[in-house]
């Protein structure tokens, strides 16, 4: 029988009021008992296991991986070059450069991105008034009247303001930004053919002549314009470019076809490089010796203001998978972070923000985000310590004295805070994705897909660190940091005592996460709820109108985005606490 006390004054779970829960754990086992050699054993087989499956994953994940990159899709053949020197900032002066490395057959096309704010903003002004219109012509179609509103003007009160018929007033809106939008478009083209043109011209001709216009005809103008935008000009390329087939068939691939984006037509090139000619033609002319280099720097005098101007970035498509590749692994500058090439994404992948960043300023943001990501880190064991102490009654009366003599005398107080603890943890886990990826958008990436793969990384970190190893000093984690920093190997012995005694809250914490989320994903309830209120509040007239997202209120039939940056980092946790109580309590594994 004393044999038996001393056992429970020192092992988990034992004694009369044990919890079932810890007694089926490694915390349970005597010291000296012969019973650990079979978590020991356990312990290789499980790992040894797992390292097996994860080494045939590796040759699974290399073999479709490569499958992959070897489909017909245009981020499989383009790639994104940043920190473009500024001589190299254009279209044509890119398209040579690679053409020179590689051959002029291998280089497809290569667009250097234009900053136009004014445009984005009459983009994204037609974006917001195309569903206004179409929802006051619903209103005349369905109601048989005419709607009307009172236009927003600065600076005058809306009682002085005449109301407006919808209809009328959103078309006229709509074909000013239309005729605004293509003529923004038309000049920004205009200009990257005169930079384009001019920074030919200027290479080409060894003596600047008064007479360039003049000395060409038509069709060798027509000509050597077919070979300036698309390469060399054969009559079956002619013929096709004629008759409107946007379509080339790659080298490698007989079969594939990718689009190939082009002027609208070859009237509008001619046009617009008639113009360019005679323009180039009168300043050579006016200034004897140098007019091709003071047409350059005043088209790229132009080129530099704030809006539309070319940016340090580009993007630039090959015809064969070997071309591609071959860019990505070369250094193609002198100077370290200049001319950098790396994969592209897909065109709706694109982080646009980040488009065209100087190096310093990625630089700064990958540091200000990473720093951030420390700082917070820092300031969320703090909140993760606190939370963990509400399952931990002696913890929490340590903490916050006053609460021991309201748990002794409510013993409910306790069992509440215990059932607490779990659900507020996960609340806190899901607060951390939105701020990290506002952290992970300051580095500098360019797409979508890295931008995830970023928080994925930075959360899956973030929860092992805060919801496993501060959970597991929670109890002292202020007297234990001291102490490990004035012995280290003092770690060990810390984590062999409190990995056991934890096996109950990961229990806790493993199913209200599992069960919690998935129980309201197949339910539904936000979802639901959303589609409810979008149905009484939102537009409704139309079938169209009723499928679309209004506000923040999506439909039912919009399942929204895939997480799965979110979602895997919380598995790779979930991974961590099977893995290592699965030998220790083998009830996690059930």
């Known amino acids: 029988m004393a044999e038996l006390e001393a056992q429970g004054r020192f092992c988990l779970g034992r004694g009369p009021n044990g919890d079932i829960a810890e007694t089926a754990t490694l915390g349970a086992i005597p010291d000296g008992k012969y019973h650990l050699l079979a978590p020991v054993v356990a312990a290789y087989i499980v790992f040894g296991r797992a390292l097996y499956l994860i080494l045939q994953e590796f040759s699974w994940y290399t073999e479709y991986r490569h499958r992959h990159l070897a489909l017909a899709r245009p981020d499989n053949y383009t790639v994104y070059v940043k920190h473009i020197p500024s001589d190299m900032r254009s279209d044509e002066a890119l398209r040579e450069y690679f053409s020179l490395i590689f051959s002029e057959t291998d280089v497809l096309d290569a667009r250097v991105a234009v900053s136009a704010p004014e445009l984005d903003k009459m983009v994204a002004e037609r974006k917001a008034i195309v569903p206004k219109l179409e929802h006051a012509i619903n209103i005349y179609n369905v109601h ?15 009682s002085l303001v005449k109301s407006l018929d919808s209809i009328e007033a959103y078309t006229s809106d709509l074909e000013s930004l239309n005729k605004k939008i293509t003529s923004t478009i038309d000049r920004i083209e205009e200009k990257k053919l005169h930079e384009s043109v001019l920074g030919t011209l200027s290479e080409r001709s060894p003596s600047p002549s008064p007479s360039i216009a003049s000395v060409r005809s038509k069709d060798e103008l027509e000509s050597s314009f077919y070979s300036f ?3 060399p000009v054969t009559p079956v390329l002619v013929r096709s470019l004629e008759k409107g087939n946007e379509k080339e068939t790659m080298k490698n691939d007989p079969t594939t076809e990718i689009p190939i984006k082009r002027v609208n037509s070859f009237s509008k090139i001619t046009n617009l490089a008639s113009k360019s000619t005679k323009s ?16 350059t720097n005043a088209v790229s005098g132009l080129l530099k203001s704030e809006d539309e101007k070319f940016m340090n970035a580009g993007f630039v498509s090959f015809r064969t998978l070997l071309a591609r590749q071959s860019a990505i692994q070369m250094i193609h500058h002198e100077k370290p972070f ?14 646009w923000r980040n488009v065209g960043i100087e190096h310093k300023a990625e630089l700064v ?25 509400l399952g931990k009654v002696q913890s929490l009366t340590k903490l916050i004295p006053f609460l021991g003599d309201l748990i002794v005398q409510h013993r409910w107080v306790g069992q ?4 607490v603890e779990p659900l507020l943890l996960v609340a806190l886990a899901g607060m951390l994705s939105t701020i990290l990826l506002n952290f992970s958008r300051r580095e500098g990436l360019v797409s979508e897909s890295h931008l995830q793969a970023s928080l994925f990384q930075k959360l899956s970190i973030f929860l092992i660190i805060q919801f496993f190893f501060v959970r597991l000093v929670s109890a002292s984690i202020f007297e234990s940091l001291q102490a490990m920093l004035a012995s280290p190997q003092m770690i060990i012995t810390l984590l062999a005592e409190s990995i056991p005694n934890q096996s109950k809250s990961f229990l806790q914490y493993a199913l209200v996460q599992t069960f919690l989320k998935l129980g309201t994903e197949v339910v539904r309830l936000k979802p639901i709820v959303f589609a409810w209120i979008r ?18 209120f999506l439909p039912l039939c919009d399942a929204g985005e895939f997480k799965f940056s979110v979602i895997q980092a919380e598995l790779i946790l979930l991974y961590m606490i099977l893995m290592v109580y699965s030998v220790m309590s083998p009830m996690m594994s059930w």
């Open 144 to 158: 048989g009247v005419r709607p009307r509103h009172i236009p927003i003007v600065p600076k005058v009160s809306p």
């Open 338 to 351: 200049i001319m950098e090439v790396e994969e592209a994404p897909l065109p709706k992948d694109v982080f």
């Open 365 to 389: 943001g990958f540091m200000i985000g990473n720093a951030l990501t420390i700082a917070l880190c820092l300031f969320w064991t703090i909140l993760t310590a606190f939370v963990s102490s």
């Open 280 to 295: 180039v033609a009168t300043l050579a002319t006016s200034v004897a010796g140098n007019g091709i280099t003071a047409a």
């Open 229 to 231: 935008f698309m390469g």
């Open 416 to 419: 509440l805070l215990a059932q």
């Open 535 to 552: 149905g009484k509040i939102g537009p409704n007239l139309t079938e169209k109108e009723r499928s679309l997202p209004w506000l923040i």
